[in-house]
Each structure stands twice: as structure tokens, then as C-alpha cells.
């Protein structure tokens, strides 16, 4: 009886090792996708932010416009260009 306790112990004792094995992997192997996940947001945002820059630059160009366009249509006297 005695040896079938120490074998069961034993059994029990190696699966709680494998379960322990088994639970640091998948911690591991879950850093790692958020990892990754993170590392993607962060190129996702600098591209939005190069996207932002480029529109940011356009819609300068596009106020300097309307507002050349405004001072033309604000002209009574007919003397600007």
C-alpha cells in the first residue's frame, strides 16, 4: 500500500511539473502576441501619422488658396490681379 502511494505521488507530482511546463508556455507564447500586437499598433500609428503630416501640408496649401480667392472676390475696386 505504501508503494502505491509513493507511485502515485510520484505521478502526481511529475503532471503538476507538466502542468506547470505547459502554463509558462502559454504565458510566454501570450507575451509574445501582445508583443507583436504591439508592434503593429505602433506602425499603424506612425503610418497615420505620416498620412496626418501629408493632409496637414495639403490643407495649408488649400487655405492659402481660399484665402488668395477671397481677397479677389473681396476686391470692389477691381484693382488686384
Do not use: W
Amino acid at each position: 500500500m505504501r508503494r502505491l502511494a509513493v507511485v502515485v505521488g510520484g505521478l502526481l507530482l511529475v503532471g503538476g511539473a507538466v502542468i506547470v511546463v505547459v502554463a509558462d508556455e502559454q504565458r510566454v507564447a501570450a507575451l509574445a502576441e501582445v508583443k507583436a500586437a504591439v508592434v503593429r499598433a505602433e506602425e499603424n500609428l506612425d503610418a497615420a501619422r505620416a498620412a496626418n503630416y501629408d493632409l496637414a501640408e495639403q490643407l495649408t496649401s488649400l487655405r492659402a488658396q481660399i484665402a488668395e480667392q477671397d481677397a479677389q472676390l473681396a476686391d470692389s475696386t477691381g484693382f488686384l490681379p
